[in-house]
């Protein structure tokens, strides 16, 4: 296994700099150059870290530093250089070329990008640069997320791979996906599909529910704790154009158009509506005197707030008391035999999940344990693999995917019938992830 | 009779899972895992109808405080929710605070040896992310002299838990440091062992020796005395359940599935004995004993009396670490050191999962998490995979002979048993 003693963070004070920090310093027991911009910024950052992973033996090895005044002192004696500055080529290119000047051989250098060229970042180094440098795409809060993707160019050797692979797996404890190199990897090529597209399912269906429906429609019942436009909610609209426009750009698969970025995304945007870390997205929670929150979502029509809804739907109604009672064939049989627009929303977008999560291996990992690692670990939603399993098998499944007009994958075609579908039983429980 | 009830082995939930926050109750715990319990050990429902026609299986239901932690009484009855092939068998509830795993365990055993059923299912449940840390502490106060020793006391039992430590350190005249040297030893192992175990409550939290030691302060609090977070095992949910059966059945069974009856482990042998409930009484009645837990002392030498086997024979060992003390003091109890002289066996190595006799390689409660009711049945399911050779990255090597101790309350309620084949 390779020996990782001191590492350099740079970006510690962002909550992945300072979180990535703490879980390196703390299971690593490395020694940790936490470099910001000032002092001041590293200092919080190593607060932060001693917060999220909650042990202060950390403190005493994690050295503050600028990048000004310290940047290639520490980079010289690091084993690994770990660079979380903002997600830029123009930000991270400067930097790549001041590490590489002063990184020894055999240090290696990784990036937390969720989605620029890991190739294209690999260039600012010499032979023996590239060979080492990868991305390790960690997911936030990182010592609660245990997912790391780690992202492989042409450059890199197989062998430093799979060393760097099992220090993050044995000692970070780390859930390790292998990835190449392609826009948004794993996790959040087939997260942000699913989310973009129900959003346009959303401006679709405005009259009759919009935002708030779709996310009902698509709820724990689903296989995830979160709806997904709460999610885009969550993680801002301004991630969620970034991630979704570099897809567009540059991919072309069969899910292609879904990935164009809804116009009331962008109107929201432009007025600075980003979701919950600017006070209001898709959707607003309202404080009022008597001290009472009062939920509020975008109607896409209209441009106003309304009240959240509540919804009777009598399938999710039904489902959702299959998956509190541990049924989850039996949730997935209500599902599949429903009828009205509502479920046969959710079946299209069932169908879609598993069939684009399979579609990708091949192209973005080689084995379906890596986009069903994503997902669970990543995202904590219930692996493609997983809802085979639940739906009733392959056969079941594609049938389920041809009555909603989805792509058959060659994986699913290809599978056996009466054999489990989901192989990473053992590390991940995916009836957890379904929310009653 | 170590030629009477058989181990066919059993299934548990991962303790990691928080089924509250899930939207799902100890119903659906308990379908879930015996659900996988039947299909690892390979036994259908139909199998179970086909015995209760002849009145051949019954199921025993360990728990202890689903009335407070889920407003529920009548647990025994509710395997029949599970499944309707349950519908008729006899089945019921079994209650001795923590040690509720065991006592329901100690109810199937004795059925089986007394021939009146085939096949038991034992099934250990507890739910109690339903309600806060606070509250829940209460609640676990019930398990001590509640008026006495738990009313209005915030986290009564890492308190009496501490005491348990003040009073090793004062009869044995031990060196304080050294003593907390070893209780944080004891944390650590039992962490590092949950990191191999894919079902332990803390298999991703990070814990180390350095952190173990680093006692008070806002990230590893003071909860007992000199006690610490790091020191007490966390309440979780969890189910577990194993499957005994008679040597007629295990015949059957063994020839179904093709194994052989000598790979199918057997219990060799039991002890159970009730010490004073109080944590003062015990004190006082240890006085001039060389153990501070006689009782405990007892009913490990009752079981290796009754199995003809003495620490020496027995390789793997799974304990009821719901605090640092309490593992501490086990070591003695099960013969591994002289009494006062434990801390030496940890500095040895001896207890630690490569070491001599290994204890809790499972990550003990500790590490895999203490869902009360289902500590018990897990730890026999876990002596199960030892003495199978099937516990995967946590298999202690050519684990033969393996002993459980489980207790209730402040060492209340002891339960020993040893598996083997």
């Not at chain 1, 441009?303 to 039996?330: H, L, M, N, T, V």
């Not at chain 2, 609090?221 to 790091?230: D, E, K, N, S, Y």
Request: charged content about 25%.
């Amino acid at each position: 296994m390779r020996e990782i003693k001191t590492v350099t963070i740079l970006g510690a004070n962002g909550a992945m700099g300072s979180g990535s920090a703490g879980v390196i310093a703390a299971f690593g027991g490395a020694k940790v150059h936490m470099l910001a911009r000032d002092v001041e910024k590293a200092k919080q950052g190593i607060e932060a870290a001693v917060a999220s992973v909650k042990t202060d033996t950390i403190r005493a090895r994690m050295i503050p530093g600028s990048y000004d005044a310290d940047l290639e002192k520490a980079v010289a004696e690091s084993d690994w250089v770990f660079e979380l500055v903002a997600e830029s080529y123009e930000v991270k290119e400067p930097i790549n070329t001041r590490i590489a000047k002063a990184r020894r051989p055999g240090t290696i250098v990784s990036t937390v990008s969720s989605g620029l060229s890991i190739g294209r970042l690999a260039k600012a180094y010499d032979e023996d640069g590239q060979k080492h440098y990868y991305g390790t795409h960690f997911f936030n809060p990182p010592y609660k997320m245990i997912l790391c993707e780690l992202v492989t160019h042409s450059g890199n050797d197989k062998k430093v791979t799979q060393a760097l692979g099992e220090y993050l797996d044995k000692v970070l404890g780390r859930a390790v996906v292998y990835t190449n190199d392609t826009p948004a990897f794993a996790g959040n090529r087939i997260g942000f599909q699913l989310m973009n597209e129900v959003a346009h399912f959303a401006e679709k269906y405005a009259d009759k529910g919009g935002i708030a429906l779709l996310d009902e429609i698509m709820s724990g019942y689903t296989g995830r704790a979160m709806g997904p436009l709460a999610t885009a909610d969550f993680v801002g609209l301004d991630v969620h154009k970034a991630i979704v426009d570099n897809i567009y750009d540059n991919t072309k698969d069969e899910a292609h158009e879904t990935f164009k970025l809804p116009g009331y995304f962008q109107k929201l945007i432009d007025a600075g509506k980003l979701g919950m870390k600017s006070g209001g997205g898709l959707t607003k929670v309202v404080k009022h005197a008597d001290g009472k929150r009062e939920k509020f979502v975008y109607n896409i029509k209209t441009g106003e707030y309304d009240p959240y809804p509540k919804f009777d739907i009598p399938f999710i109604k039904e489902a959702r008391q299959k998956i509190k009672d541990s049924d989850y064939k039996g949730a997935m049989d209500v599902v599949k035999k429903a009828s009205g627009f509502e479920a046969d929303i959710a079946r299209y977008f069932i169908s879609r999940y598993i069939s684009y999560s399979l579609s990708l291996v091949g192209e973005v990992v080689d084995t379906k344990e890596n986009t069903d690692g994503a997902m669970g670990f990543g995202f904590n939603w219930v692996p493609a693999s997983a809802f085979v399993d639940f739906l009733g098998g392959p056969k079941e499944t594609i049938k389920l995917m041809e009555a909603s007009k989805i792509p058959v994958p060659k994986l699913l075609k290809d599978a056996k019938e009466g054999k489990k579908f989901y192989e990473l039983g053992d590390k991940l429980d995916a009836r957890s992830l379904f929310k009653g | 009779m170590s030629e009477k009830v058989f181990v066919l082995g059993g299934e548990q939930t991962d303790f990691q899972r928080n089924w509250t926050k899930e939207g799902k109750t100890f119903m659906s715990m308990m379908r879930e895992v015996l659900d996988d319990a039947l299909e690892k050990v390979g036994i259908s429902y139909d199998e179970i109808k086909r015995l209760n026609k002849e009145n051949r299986v019954a199921v025993f239901v360990g728990n202890f405080d689903a009335e407070q932690y889920a407003n529920q009484g009548h647990l025994g009855a509710f395997l029949t929710e599970v499944n309707p092939a349950l519908y008729g068998v006899p089945g019921a509830r079994y209650e001795a605070a923590c040690a509720s795993g065991s006592v329901a365990l100690d109810a199937a055993i004795t059925h089986i040896r007394a021939e009146d059923y085939d096949l038991a299912i034992v099934l250990g449940v507890e739910v109690m992310k339903t309600v806060s840390s606070s509250v829940g502490g209460d609640f676990l106060g019930t398990a001590a002299y509640y008026d006495k020793e738990a009313k209005g006391v915030q986290f009564p039992f890492p308190k009496l838990f501490g005491k348990l430590a003040d009073v090793i350190l004062e009869r044995y005249e031990l060196k304080e440091e050294r003593f907390m040297d070893a209780l944080a030893e004891i944390s650590r192992i039992n962490y590092a062992n949950a990191k191999r175990n894919p079902k332990a409550q803390t298999r991703t939290w990070f814990m180390n020796k350095e952190h173990a030691m680093a006692r008070g302060g806002d990230n590893n609090m003071a909860v007992g005395g000199r006690l610490c977070i790091t020191d007490c095992s966390q309440v979780t949910d969890g189910a577990a359940v194993t499957i005994l059966a008679s040597k007629d059945y295990t015949k059957e069974y063994a020839k179904k599935t093709g194994r052989k009856v000598d790979d199918i482990p057997r219990v060799k042998g039991w002890g159970h004995r009730v010490a004073p409930i109080t944590f003062e009484a015990k004190k006082q009645e240890s006085v001039g004993d060389k153990y501070i837990l006689p009782w405990t002392r007892q009913t490990v030498k009752d079981a290796y009396k009754r199995a003809d086997l003495d620490v020496k024979n027995i390789d793997v060992f799974e304990t009821h670490d719901c605090f640092t003390s309490s593992e501490y003091a086990a070591i003695s109890a099960f013969g591994i050191s002289e009494p006062g002289k434990e801390h030496i066996a940890i500095e040895e190595g001896t207890i630690d999962f490569g070491g001599k006799k290994p204890i809790n390689p499972s990550g003990g409660l500790i590490g895999v998490g203490h869902p009360v009711g289902a500590s018990g049945v897990r730890m026999m399911l876990d002596l199960y995979k030892q003495v199978t050779n099937t516990a995967g990255d946590y298999q202690v090597k050519g684990a033969k002979n393996g002993l459980m101790l489980n207790i209730g309350g402040s060492a209340t309620t002891n339960f020993v048993f040893i598996l083997g084949k």
